[in-house]
T-cell receptor, first 110, second 117 residues
Framework: DQQVKQNSPSLSVQEGRISILNCDYT??????FLWYKKYPAEGPTFLIS?????DKNEDGRFTVFLNKSAKHLSLHIVPSQPGDSAVYFC?????????FGQGTELSVKP | EAGVAQSPRYKIIEKRQSVAFWCNPI?????LYWYQQILGQGPKLLIQ????????DSQLPKDRFSAERLKGVDSTLKIQPAKLEDSAVYLC???????????????FGPGTRLTVL
């Protein structure tokens, strides 16, 4: 019973183009959604979040969109840079408890 | 500000042996989490402490896993005896918020990679 799903295990994009990472969830009681970024041999680091009462949050090159009716969120990175190459985890929060998706490995090619 | 520290970084043991992991959270953080991340999956919460009390251990396999947080600071996670399926990265995280807030940013340590042969 996976409440948070990232159906694309990997994504490859060209430097300068847009990267779009997707995430689906099943529990309508989640109150916050977060994206974490993970480099090899390091722990995940927080990237950006969005409250369930919002539909968009932007921070520099990173924008998260939330579609509550579809139970879907996405992370847009524009423009993509080689340093963005990492595994991205979507996470949903309920009462402070985080539930993570499986992750999407992003590769940004020069 | 120092981040979350974990040790050891890597551990290889044989099945049925015991192993312990240590975590030192960010200074002043009241909440501490242990996660298990199996290869190809996202982190899964094993246990959450608020100061030195357990607030959620619903996914901790209590027949073999145990954890404690002495004096509300450092924490240890133990597996006894280990099974092959325990091979994973064990992540420790901490946050400054309390259990009843809607959202707490969690800061993760580098993890301990456990291999059970």
């Amino acid at each position: 019973d996976q409440q948070v799903k990232q159906n694309s295990p990997s994504l490859s994009v060209q430097e300068g183009r847009i990267s779009i990472l997707n995430c689906d969830y099943t529990n309508s009681m989640f109150d916050y959604f977060l994206w974490y970024k993970k480099y090899p041999a390091e722990g995940p680091t927080f990237l950006i979040s969005i409250s369930s009462i919002k539909d968009k949050n932007e921070d520099g090159r990173f924008t998260v969109f939330l579609n509550k009716s579809a139970k879907h969120l996405s992370l847009h990175i524009v423009p993509s840079q080689p340093g963005d190459s990492a595994v991205y985890f979507c996470a949903a929060s309920q009462g402070g408890k985080l539930i993570f998706g499986q992750g999407t490995e992003l590769s940004v090619k020069p | 500000e120092a981040g979350v520290a974990q040790s050891p970084r890597y551990k290889i043991i044989e099945k049925r042996q015991s192993v312990a992991f240590w975590c030192n959270p960010i200074s002043g953080h009241a909440t501490l989490y242990w996660y298990q991340q199996i290869l190809g999956q996202g982190p899964k919460l094993l246990i959450q402490f608020q100061n030195n009390g357990v607030v959620d251990d619903s996914q901790l396999p209590k027949d073999r896993f145990s954890a404690e947080r002495l004096k509300g600071v450092d924490s240890t996670l133990k597996i006894q005896p280990a099974k092959l399926e325990d091979s994973a990265v064990y992540l420790c995280a901490s946050s400054s918020g309390d259990y009843f807030r809607a959202y707490n940013e969690q800061f993760f340590g580098p993890g301990t990679r456990l291999t059970v042969l």
